[in-house]
């Protein structure tokens, strides 16, 4: 199972899709036509360990309303995301039990690898 959660308007996102070949696979999952359901956040949690790490900090919503300021829980981290999708952090790759977390270059080039030995 592949599942590739992004942006369609995210140039990053896009140039991700081609490097990592997804551009043809039915698991691209565009997070504003299809926002993330508690069942689904739950279960990247249950991948990732922490909705912190599933959070998008540079969300411009996060900087409007100034959360930097507030110690922000796992609660409120989670009840953020599934407030609106650009509180996810993208874009989030997951290939059966293992998921890819971001747009770093490192974050990347692991998940190609793997990709690569699942071919």
Known sequence: MLSFYYLN???????????????KS???????????TKN???????????????FSKR???YKKRDLK???LSEKDFKDLILEHYTFLKRPILVVDEKIFIGNSSKVIEQAKKFLNGKI
Request: aromatic share 6%; charged share 25%; proline share 2%.
């Open 9 to 23: 308007n995210c140039s990053t996102c896009k140039r991700i899709i081609k490097e990592l070949g997804l551009i």
């Open 26 to 36: 039915s698991g691209l999952i565009d997070i504003k036509k299809h926002p993330i």
């Open 40 to 54: 689904k956040l739950e279960f990247l949690f249950s991948l990732s360990g922490s909705y912190e790490s599933l």
């Open 69 to 71: 300021k507030i110690n």
């Open 59 to 61: 969300s411009l919503l």
